[in-house]
């Protein structure tokens, strides 16, 4: 039990559409990272948020946004979904340092 | 460009035998490395890492290998067990910055009972 939870698990939503998945953080971590996983490829790194503000950030466009909130849980916004954003995303929580990250269980988006 | 490589999508071995899983990174200055293993429809669960001060480091039928000039780290899996099946990440992050990982590209592994 790692203590990270993301919601909604399952999404499907229009080309063109916005989105907004939510992670909860395990106790004790102040940073949050996220990660976009496609279909056999590995985890993709977006951004990462470290006591509210971003700390980091991948090659995504900024359609890719986020959000970390007092208690360090987290949110990512896609605005203008495009069908290759179709993926699982990943939310990881950690102390900051380069130790172990803790995922959640993604959230599989789906666009059509 | 792809800074940390696993050549091998997939490995099968038999229930009892060791298992290899190789993955190779180009960038001298991660400092860090882990092994994640993930079943489908869950998310990556962290199985051992290794500092680059290192060049060996156990937790029970896990010991991932170092070798720091050749750039390539391995896990050792030993017994493996048909539970061992998944998918292996290898990941590499630098101390340095945004301490985020950069993953390969997954191997399968397969243990046969």
């Known amino acids: 039990e790692t203590g990270v939870t993301q919601s909604p698990t399952h999404l499907i939503k229009t080309r063109g559409q916005q989105v907004t998945l939510r992670c909860s953080s395990q106790s004790g971590h102040n940073t949050v990272s996220w990660y976009q996983q496609a279909l056999g490829q590995g985890p993709q790194f977006i951004f990462q948020?470290?006591?509210?503000?971003?700390?980091g950030r991948g090659n995504f466009p900024p359609r890719f946004s986020g959000l970390q909130f007092p208690n360090y849980s987290s949110e990512l916004n896609v605005n203008a979904l495009e069908l290759d954003d179709s993926a699982l995303y990943l939310c990881?929580?950690?102390?900051?340092?380069?130790?172990?990250?803790?995922f959640g269980q993604g959230t599989r988006l789906t666009v059509v | 460009d792809q800074q940390v490589k696993q050549n091998s999508p997939s490995l099968s071995v038999q229930e009892g035998r060791i298992s290899i899983l190789n993955c190779d990174y180009t960038?001298?200055?991660?400092?860090?490395f882990l092994w994640y293993k993930k079943y489908p429809a869950e998310g990556p669960t962290f199985l051992i890492s290794?500092?680059?001060?290192?060049d060996k480091n156990e937790d029970g039928r896990f010991t991932v290998f170092l070798n720091k000039s050749a750039k390539h780290l391995s896990l050792h899996i030993v017994p493996s067990q048909p539970g061992d099946s998944a998918v292996y990440f290898c990941a590499a992050s630098s101390a340095s910055g945004t301490y985020k990982y950069i993953f390969g590209t997954g191997t399968r592994l397969k243990v046969l009972a």
């Open positions: 948020y470290y006591r509210e503000e971003e700390n």
């Open positions: 990881a929580s950690s102390t900051g340092r380069p130790t172990e990250a803790f």
């Open positions: 290794i500092s680059s001060i290192k």
């Open positions: 960038n001298s200055m991660f400092d860090y």
